[in-house]
């Protein structure tokens, strides 16, 4: 699909191969999959593992990788959106200690799959730093290692000073910082563009160019299918993985909304400028705020910088216009720079973003129906590098209901609720955006850490 503008650098970086029929005419497999990103390579991957035999239909609107699988911050990161705090109070310490390890082992899983595989998606493990920039965000480091060591999960986390910090990665104004091991940093469009080749290799078919508009349950002696302009997809199972995209299907406008992440990326820095800042062991960094900030430093020696902020758009509309938004992407650049003000005037090469999606209460959907015949994954509210592998893997086993420690956890089955109608969703989105953003301003402004009280932050909490 021509494009003005490339999806993002990782897109533009990655190797493609032929283009990929679109679907002509309807056809019958055991499985199909709406959407050709993580969620449904995985879930296809995970499935030939246990069913060589399944038939499985992957039907893309764009191309494999289009979404946010192809426009990630490259952090591969045992998290899922609900804090392990909020894990526990919401499910038991136990449940959340063996949520938090089993997304452990799928940060591995990836980086083995990769090696297995020959998907050179320049995997590197070496953890996450959330660095607490300005003393107001000493509170939230401290309160982050005190929920790891109540759920006996911080073997191999550190908590740095404020020199360790800065030796470890020269960040301005660093008071300490959260070393976690359980995060590697990928090149997210090899990974897709990889996977996608793996389970074609291994027998699925990928339709692309093929918009679903329309998902059929089970009925009656029919099963469910997938319903496009050019033809059904008629299956025993139907997966549903188009994350924030799913906002535009009859009937799932409510259950998943579109929030944007953008991302802008440097050109490549020069040896004396990497010497200057450190950053050897290529950790993923982000610090407290509310709004959101991540960091990653690319195999070609550039810094990918993220984050929320630009606007939610009424009725959870979703279209290429909203990839890029000016004053978010030029409040990104400054926040660079305020980061590493020792690299003086950055040079700026790529500017993107794309929807993430949110469930109601954070914690992603992962589920399988068998009455209706409808699975599904979604709504990992922008950390579905790993957990999507998770997800596939839990869908497989539910799909052929193959018991497994994975779908036993509590992310898997959990159905949120569903998100207001317009125009509450807007005005309570908005809200929350310039709220938020107004709470991180001020608490550095006066050094004083957010109460975490507010409306707005106990409407987020999680
Ligand atoms: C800018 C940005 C930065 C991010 N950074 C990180 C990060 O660093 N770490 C992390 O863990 N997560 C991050 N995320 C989130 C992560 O990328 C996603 O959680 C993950 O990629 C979701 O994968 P998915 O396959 O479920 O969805 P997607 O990758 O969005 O794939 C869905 C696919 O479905 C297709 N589709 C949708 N609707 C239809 C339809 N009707 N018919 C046919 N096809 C359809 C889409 O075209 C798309 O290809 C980020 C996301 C963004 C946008």
Redesign the pocket.
């Known amino acids: 699909m021509s494009r003005a503008a490339p999806v993002s650098f990782w897109l533009e970086t990655a190797a493609r191969g032929p283009a990929r029929p679109a679907l002509d005419g309807s056809v019958d497999a055991d499985v199909a999959i709406?959407?050709?990103?993580?969620?449904?390579?995985w879930t296809a991957f995970a499935l030939q593992e246990r069913r060589p035999d399944l038939r499985i239909a992957i039907?893309?609107?764009?191309t494999?990788?289009?979404?946010?699988?192809?426009?990630?911050?490259?952090?591969?990161?045992a998290?899922v959106s609900v804090s392990p705090a909020e894990l526990s109070r919401r499910h038991g310490p136990g449940a959340a200690r063996a949520t938090m390890l089993a997304l452990r082992d799928t940060v591995d899983e990836v980086g083995r799959v990769c090696a297995d595989h020959g998907i050179d998606a320049q995997y590197r493990k070496g953890g996450v730093l959330r660095i607490a920039r300005g003393a107001h965000e000493l509170t939230a480091l401290r309160a982050g290692f005190q929920s790891r060591s109540t759920l006996g999960l911080t073997d191999g986390c550190e908590l740095l000073d404020a020199p360790q910090t800065v030796a470890r990665v020269a960040v301005a104004d660093a008071r300490g910082a959260l070393f976690d091991p359980h995060c590697a940093v990928i090149h997210?469009g090899r990974l897709?563009r990889g996977l996608a080749e793996a389970v074609e290799r291994r027998g699925a078919a990928i339709f692309e160019g093929?918009?679903?508009?329309g998902v059929r349950e089970r009925s009656g002696r029919q099963g469910p299918r997938l319903v496009?302009e050019r033809g059904d997809v008629r299956a025993a199972t139907v997966v549903l993985?188009?994350?924030?995209?799913?906002a535009?299907?009859p009937g799932m406008r409510r259950r998943v909304l579109p929030v944007?992440?953008?991302?802008v990326l440097t050109e490549p820095l020069s040896d004396h400028a990497w010497e200057a800042l450190g950053w050897q062991r290529h950790e993923?960094l982000s610090s407290h705020r509310y709004t959101v900030d991540?960091l990653?430093r690319t195999a070609d020696g550039r810094i990918l910088f993220?984050g929320r902020g630009a606007p939610y758009h009424y009725g959870s509309a979703i279209t290429d216009a909203y990839d890029r938004h000016d004053a978010t992407h030029a409040v990104l650049r400054d926040q660079l720079s305020d980061w590493f003000p020792q690299l003086g005037r950055i040079g700026f090469s790529h500017a993107?973003?794309?929807?993430?999606?949110m469930t109601r209460d954070w914690m992603p959907r992962i589920g399988h129906d068998p009455r209706s015949g409808i699975a599904g994954?979604?709504g990992?509210g922008?950390?579905?590098?790993?957990?999507?592998n998770l997800a596939g893997r839990a869908l497989a086993d539910l799909i052929t209901e193959t018991p497994s420690s994975v779908s036993d956890l509590p992310l898997v089955g959990h159905q949120p609720r569903s998100w207001e109608p317009e125009p509450v969703r807007w005005l309570a989105v908005r809200y929350l955006q310039t709220t938020l953003a107004r709470i991180d301003t001020r608490a550095r402004r006066t050094g004083r850490p957010p109460s975490g009280r507010s409306l707005a932050e106990r409407l987020i909490r999680h």
């Open positions: 709406l959407g050709a990103g993580y969620s449904g390579l039907v893309e609107a764009e494999a990788g289009f979404g946010a699988s192809g426009r990630n911050g490259g952090w591969c990161v998290n997210p897709v093929t918009r679903v508009t496009t993985a188009g994350d924030a995209y799913l535009g299907l944007y992440s953008l991302i993923c991540y990653s993220g993107w973003g794309g929807p993430v999606g994954a979604w990992y922008g950390q579905g590098v790993a957990a999507s």
